[in-house]
């Protein structure tokens, strides 16, 4: 067996992942068998468009042309080392060739797993709209840092005060309940959805859980521009 990714999260809800397919476990469930192309369909059942759009009580950010041919939608929780490593080592690829040349309409939605990690979800939220999609990827990368058992506002504070939020502006934030039951509501509606793990993502009709390389991910957004070049 090759050893593709190894890694841990330290909250207990996330796996221990050692995998050869090229679909990775994802975070806070048990192991997925690969899913491309055809056998997408055995990461569930796909919500309608319309269910799938639903918006809470917080504004949803997002990159990308609305009108873009492919939505992708990606549930992932900043604790999640799987999560981490698709951002790491996908994402900017995928941004590139397709959010930024207007393919695809990415929206990122929270769903932390853990203690540590709902109040990380608070804390890019306390930095503001402009720092969203920085921060996320800051919290990810250096979770080490952060994702202790229980919350820690002065490690938190330490990855977003680079974004110069004061350390007053912050500490109130943090106790704003509005965000915190915003970003409570989105991981239930995710659950609603069916996300049982992170990372999740819903491209167009296409429901896929665990990691996907950028060649399995361009496969998938591909055939959905195809389709909607050529409706049958």
Request: net charge positive; aromatic share 10%; with cysteine.
């Amino acid at each position: 067996m090759t050893k593709q990714f190894v890694s841990a999260c330290r909250s207990a809800a996330c796996l221990f992942v050692l995998a050869v397919t090229p679909l990775l476990a994802g975070c806070g469930g048990g192991p997925v068998p690969g899913a491309i192309a055809g056998d997408v369909a055995n990461a569930g059942a796909v919500p309608t468009a319309g269910e799938l759009a639903k918006t809470g009580p917080l504004e949803e950010y997002s990159l990308g042309k609305k009108d873009a041919p492919v939505t992708v939608i990606e549930y992932a929780s900043l604790g999640c080392p799987i999560c981490g490593h698709f951002h790491k080592t996908v994402f900017p690829r995928f941004k590139a060739d397709y959010v930024d040349t207007g393919k695809v309409h990415y929206i990122f939605r929270e769903f932390p797993i853990g203690a540590s990690p709902t109040a990380a979800a608070q804390a890019v939220r306390c930095a503001g709209k402009e720092h969203y999609f920085k921060l996320n990827a800051a919290f990810m990368d250096r979770r080490g840092q952060w994702n202790a058992r229980n919350p820690d506002n002065d490690l938190l504070y330490k990855i977003v005060q680079e974004t110069g939020l004061s350390r007053t502006a912050f500490d109130s934030c943090m106790t704003n309940q509005e965000i915190q039951k915003g970003v409570n509501w989105v991981k239930l509606r995710g659950r609603e959805l069916g996300v049982k793990g992170t990372p999740t993502f819903y491209i167009n009709d296409d429901k896929i859980r665990g990691v996907l390389t950028y060649d399995e991910m361009k496969k998938i957004i591909d055939k959905h521009i195809a389709n909607a070049a050529n409706p049958a």
